[in-house]
């Protein structure tokens, strides 16, 4: 495993692979858009090979129309019961077949625009309409509704919002409608036609999708936000989850831990819901509950967050703390649409930190020995060598002290002379993504369909550790109508990821070690080789971590309609979850000074020399029932809508793992294939819900409105006599802007509504799935470890006694309060909500009551603790047109929360800083004050009169931090730990996301579209911990790492420093000194908050005009950038989202920008 030093401009292979890959798809993509084409122009020919023994003569000319571009437009009547016999032709011009056939009844083919073919009689002075439908902002309306008034002619706008229908006289009246416009009425003429829609307020822009159903968004009572699958598509993304990032108010999307290759992202609906962490929405895809890292972004047709408790009500038990309803796209009745995307990325860290150079950190090391110890590691004459490599790398031998076999711990890694910036060695400039997408969609009024694939890749940015993770997405959807009464709907989906790292059991690590390598160590040995230190070694070793992930959801039901209004559905859902992990561990391989190879094992990593593979399968299988009925009334001003049904779900999981030691062949792992220790573990457990839910909406002329919801639900997360609970919500809404005076006096007001809502839920996610029940634990030996019992000379397996246990707990109530109002102002070119809501979870998991020490076991969990958020939301958008060309819009969002704990069991509200009590804010920070450094040895003495021996026994020195004695008692110490008496701590800060807010904008000139989203919060504090390294810097001997940051420390010529002096010393004396520098403190609280430009989309359009040429319907190229810029006070080795998100430390793969190109092609 010889490597070569990486030096110059050298590409490791891996490198020239993705693109290889790259070019290779590209060429994929282009032979398929080449081949469609090839197709396209068979169709341009007007060939036809058809075989029919006796057809109708519509049915023939849909034939002529599915192999050829040609459109024929004709009335049905005109053709009804026509039929031909005897059709047997191959390669035959359409019109050398279709003429003689329409002359035998004295028809006539016209030529229109558009490859469109009007058939009449011969005698009949054919008039034809046409023209295109657009909205008064200019964009084009497909499938609007075209009719002749006073005739049973009709049809649709195509994508481009294009017409043309025949007219039987010249006065004759076109009528258009669309779902959210305004109909109108145009007097034909020959010239093409123009015309604007504008929208109805009385429907509101849109229908928004609800728990079982639909309503109008002027109807809505609760609290509902929506977004498209058209904005989706105008920021090309790949991760649903994180393309919702700050463009609904009310959704919280975060990091969830890292950011690598397939990671997901966490989601949370108006801020903290419980203190068990247990407080995620729950997320429908069609009705049935998936994740949306399984979702295809290009796939989703609308997604609505439903908010308050009226909203998700009737979802029940899984929904307390919000819903997320995906709808996918459906087949529409139409000719066939074809649909490609491709997108290429190109990604890099957004933050990569950056390195001190040797001699930087040869002195900061040594001051900070000198300040612990009174020795310094770095002589002056290896600081002059240092200084000398930096200057010429040739001049200096890397290793001078170097003997055999010494490889340098981290304690003793001052050997070598280099100068190697660790971050840039192990990162790339660059890593490729690939997504590309294809669907299909059509149909007839009797049945619809959608076919659609899509692939996904992502390389990771490390240079030696080959990061790949794939995703393929496989959608199908078929919507039939059976009889006149019974419709069946059928949607299969099919997802599959792939995850690959080398990074096998060292990943956490791997990040940690990656910043306390020092910089004077060379990452090659004297004949090239990769060091031990480098850590390329393992992750060359041909080590892995694997995972594979199938999901298979396959949805169908039937819809009867027995009687007009009334709408019976039976669904059923069944969801198949396939997970497979394998852990590959090989220790690595390095040279020694006789060239020969020795293989290396560093402990942190826990790889035994003779390797090890683990293998964990899971097999989940999740089946729901729904039956629903759903009948509606009306009354001229009176509509009356009811919905009631049942719910049933159930969930098994089933999972084996094992692992083995000692491998027979690294090539071929199996824990059939070991010698050394092997285990193994079966895992099954199931849980179930159900539940009846029913909910009535009154509405008075759409102008009074009023929702009920009750859901009764039970979960097997509970015991018989506490599995159910009623859960009841009611809202209601005044339109005023319906009301008379509201029209006659205040007409710059479109649409104002104020609603208002209260209700509950109950919430089971916080509970395990049998803390009811006793259980008995089985320990087993895990790769040598063992259990924690000898059983003669070796550790067995042994069944641990049951833990204590609660029979009585039950439902966590969450109620929920919300008042909002929405308006469109100022002809409809100002929108905005308002919202203010008050959510309560009562009877939440907490701590029992404390029971004397005889108890001898750790008391169960009840139902005794209680928690209170409040937040307001904000949103606007300005819409506006210029001119015909050029129109414009600019958008806001803001929202805020805070939640306190109401009741807890801490009556002595002991240990506030790591503990719950009654009245603590989440997210609180506790630390001393301190406002400055000791700038004196004189200042240091007066210091050190205080009694600082609560933190060290140590003197405090100049340059140490001067923590306040805030309640002037002459001591520094936090009291007696409890509130009202925290001594000389207090609150400091908060970690929680305040006032978390986008900015959007959009431009759009002829064919050309910007639009951006910038996305951020406006306050946030994150307090690094004592020893974290990556802010400190200085920690034990093995635990320093230095960035430029930290390079302004205290010293006699930087008494104004930002950092302590730092403290280097053996890991049992550091903390004697950090507690005089590192002990949380108001001074060194960072301000994480920040604003991000998030996404900025240019793209391009090509006129019809020109694609209809090469028979495209539409055609778009854009460029995109993703995390572009960041702009924050947050210490430079930090990111604001992935620090404060994730594990707090940095220590972790960094969040990515990316620059992306691609196409959207539909024909």
């Known amino acids: 495993m010889k490597k070569k030093p990486h030096i110059g401009t050298h590409v490791p292979i891996t490198c020239y692979l993705k693109w290889i890959l790259m070019v290779k798809f590209i060429l994929l993509f282009f032979t398929t858009f080449a081949a469609s084409h090839v197709t396209l122009d068979v169709k341009a020919q007007g060939t036809v090979s058809l075989r029919f023994k006796d057809i109708n003569l519509k049915n023939l000319l849909l034939s002529i129309e599915e192999q050829t571009d040609v459109s024929f437009i004709y009335h049905d009547n005109l053709l009804k019961d026509i039929r031909v016999k005897d059709i047997n032709v191959h390669q035959v011009n359409w019109k050398d077949l279709l003429i003689p056939i329409l002359e035998e009844q004295s028809f006539k083919l016209t030529t229109l625009s558009g490859n469109r073919i009007l058939i009449a009689y011969k005698d009949q002075q054919a008039k034809i309409a046409s023209g295109v439908v657009v909205d008064k902002y200019g964009k084009v309306l497909s499938s609007v509704s075209v009719k002749i008034k006073g005739s049973g002619r009709a049809t649709r706008t195509n994508n481009e919002g294009q017409f043309s229908i025949e007219v039987d006289k010249a006065d004759a009246i076109l009528q258009f409608s669309y779902l959210g416009y305004l109909g109108k009425e145009v007097a034909y003429q020959k010239d093409p036609l123009k015309v604007v829609l504008e929208e109805d307020l009385a429907q509101l822009e849109e229908v928004v999708v609800v728990g079982y159903g639909t309503q109008k968004r002027v109807n809505l009572t609760g609290s509902v936000a929506t977004i498209s699958g058209e904005d989706l598509e105008n920021r090309p993304v790949v991760n649903v989850t994180q393309s919702l990032q700050g463009v609904m108010p009310g959704l919280n999307v975060s990091v969830n831990g890292n950011t690598k290759p397939g990671q997901s992202f966490k989601l949370n609906v108006r801020g903290t819901g419980n203190l068990s962490g247990s407080d995620q929405p729950y997320v429908l895809v069609d009705g049935m509950e998936m994740s949306l890292s399984d979702v295809n972004p290009s796939d989703i047709e609308n997604i609505s967050v439903l908010k308050d408790a009226s909203a998700a009500a009737i979802y029940g038990s899984r929904a307390a703390y919000g819903v997320i309803l995906v709808t996918t796209k459906k087949g529409k009745s139409g000719r066939k649409q074809v649909h490609i995307s491709s997108n290429t990325g190109f990604t890099s860290p957004v933050n990569l930190l950056d390195m001190a150079n040797s001699v930087d950190f040869a002195n900061y090391f040594n001051a900070g020995t000198f300040n612990a110890l009174g020795t310094k590691q770095y002589s002056e004459e ?229 390797g090890s593979f683990a293998r964990t399968m899971q097999e989940e299988t999740y089946i729901s029932p729904n039956i629903y009925t759903n009948y509606k009334v009306d009354l001229e001003k009176h509509q009356i809508d009811f919905t009631a049904g049942f719910q049933q779900e159930y969930n098994q999981l089933k999972e084996l793992s094992a692992s083995a030691t000692e491998l027979i062949s690294f090539d071929r792992p199996g824990t059939d294939l070991a010698t050394g220790t092997k285990s193994s573990k079966e895992v099954r457990n199931h849980w179930a819900t159900r539940g009846f839910f029913a909910r009535a909406n009154y509405n008075y002329a759409n102008t009074f409105l009023l929702e009920v919801n009750g859901r009764y639900d039970g979960s097997s997360r509970f015991a018989e006599d506490q599995r159910w609970g009623f859960f009841p919500s009611v809202s209601a809404a005044v339109n005023m802007s319906e009301l008379q005076f509201f029209k006659d006096k205040i007409s710059w007001i479109n649409q104002f509504k104020i609603r208002s809502s209260y209700g509950n839920l109950g919430n089971q996610a916080g509970a395990g799935r049998y803390a009811y029940l006793e259980s008995l634990n089985i320990v087993v030996p895990n790769l040598g470890a063992g259990g924690k019992y000898y059983f003669g000379d070796k550790r067995e397996s042994y069944i641990q006694s049951p833990s204590a246990f609660n029979p009585l707990i039950t439902w966590e109530k969450v109620q929920s309060f919300n008042i909002g109002t929405d308006f469109t102002v100022l002809d409809n070119r100002l929108s905005g909500t308002v919202e203010w809501y008050q959510r309560n979870t009562r009877d939440m998991l907490g701590p029992s009551r404390d029971v004397a020490d005889m108890f001898g076991a750790t008391p169960p969990q009840t139902n005794n603790a209680d928690l209170r958020t409040r937040g307001w939301e904000l949103s606007l958008k300005w819409r506006d047109k210029i001119s015909d060309d050029l129109s414009y819009d600019i958008g806001i969002m803001l929202t805020d929360y805070k939640s306190i704990v109401t009741k807890y069991q801490n009556p002595t509200k002991f240990n506030p800083s790591g503990a719950w009590y009654e009245g603590k804010e989440v997210g609180e920070i506790w630390g001393y004050t301190a406002n400055s450094l000791i700038r004196s040895a004189e200042e240091a003495t007066e210091y050190n009169k205080l009694d600082r021996s609560y933190l060290s026994a140590r003197d405090w020195v100049a340059g140490d931090v001067k923590y306040e004695d805030i309640n002037n008692d002459g001591q520094i110490n936090i009291g007696a730990n409890r509130v009202g008496d925290m001594g000389d701590y207090s609150i400091i800060g908060n970690s929680s996301a305040r006032y978390n807010f986008n900015l959007s904008g959009g431009l759009n000139y002829k064919g050309w579209g910007m639009n951006m989203l910038w996305q951020g919060v406006g306050k946030q504090q994150f307090l690094p911990g004592a020893l974290d390294a990556y802010f400190w810097g200085s920690g034990s001997l093995a635990q320093v790492n230095v960035f430029k940051e930290h390079l302004d420390y205290y010293s006699e010529t930087n008494p104004d420093a930002y950092y302590p002096n730092p403290y280097i010393s053996p890991v049992g004396a550091i903390n004697s000194y950090a507690n005089k520098t590192q002990s949380p403190s108001s001074r060194y609280i960072q301000n994480a908050s920040y604003i991000r430009l998030k996404n900025l989309t240019v793209n391009y359009t090509f006129a019809n005009t020109w694609t209809n040429k090469f028979k495209v319907n539409r055609l778009t190229v854009f460029g995109s950038g993703e995390n572009l810029l960041t702009f924050t006070k947050l210490m430079g080795m930090f990111d604001p989202e992935t620090t404060v998100g994730g594990p707090g430390t940095g220590k972790l793969y960094p969040l990515s920008k990316v620059y992306s190109f691609g196409l959207n092609l539909t024909f």
């Open 382 to 610: 290896k600081i002059a060598l240092l200084q000398q490599y930096i200057n010429d790398p040739t001049s200096v031998s890397i290793f001078p002290e170097v003997n055999t076999n010494n490889y340098g711990s981290w304690e003793n890694s001052s050997n070598g002379v280099a100068n190697t910036d660790w971050f840039n060695f192990h990162y790339k400039p660059y890593a490729v993504r690939q997504n590309y997408n294809m669907n299909m969609s059509g149909g007839n009024d009797g049945t619809q369909f959608f076919v659609s694939g899509g692939y996904y890749n992502e390389g990771g940015s490390l240079r030696y550790a080959d990061i790949d993770y794939n995703r393929y997405n496989f959608n199908v959807s078929v919507n039939s109508e059976l009889t006149n009464f019974v419709k069946l709907k059928t949607n299969v989906k099919y997802t599959q990821g792939n995850n690959l790292s080398p990074l096998a059991g060292f990943e956490g690590m791997f990040f940690h070690n990656l910043a306390r390598m020092r910089p004077n160590v060379s990452p090659y040995d004297f004949y090239g080789n990769f060091t031990e230190q480098s850590i390329v070694p393992y992750l060359q070793s041909g080590a892995e971590d694997k995972t594979s992930n199938g999901t298979l959801a396959i949805l169908g039901g039937l819809e009867f309609t027995p009687l007009k209004n009334w709408k019976i559905f039976t669904d059923l859902n069944l969801r198949k979850f396939n997970y497979e992990n394998s852990v590959l561990k090989i220790p690595g391989t390095i040279y020694g000074i006789d060239n020969t190879p020795i293989l290396v094992n560093r402990s942190e990593y826990n790889i035994p020399l003779s």
